[in-house]
Nanobody
């Protein structure tokens, strides 16, 4: 059974930082294309960042809105994917989810809430 457990969200002031974690089970994160998504209130879920599998280089890509501020990474030993978020803005407020969209497109975690507000 594939499962994702996101954590690390919270309330942060504009300009602050958070690191989100996604603990995965039922799959090996290093062997999968892993992504972070987010959904803001009243908006559709959107893709934020991705990292390719280790066997094709582990390259990263980002949505334009977060490029230069967010960084996706993984810890293969912990089977966990991370999203380091710096210089947070109010428009980053959303529930954040991780996913393996290639092989396991139907599985979502419960998400973790990020609120950026002064």
């Amino acid at each position: 059974q594939v499962q994702f457990v996101e954590s690390g969200g919270g309330l942060v002031q504009p300009g602050g930082s958070l690191r989100l974690s996604c603990a995965a089970s039922g799959l090996i994160v290093s062997m999968n294309y892993m992504s972070w998504y987010r959904q803001a209130p009243g908006k559709e879920r959107e893709w934020v960042a991705a990292i390719t599998s280790i066997n094709i280089g582990g390259s990263t890509t980002y949505a334009d809105s977060v490029k230069g501020r967010f960084a996706i990474s993984r810890d293969n030993a912990k089977n966990t994917v991370y999203l380091q978020m710096n210089n947070l803005k109010p428009e980053d407020t959303a529930v954040y989810y991780c996913k393996a969209p290639g092989r396991f497109p139907d599985y979502w975690g419960q998400g973790t809430q990020v609120t950026v507000s002064s």
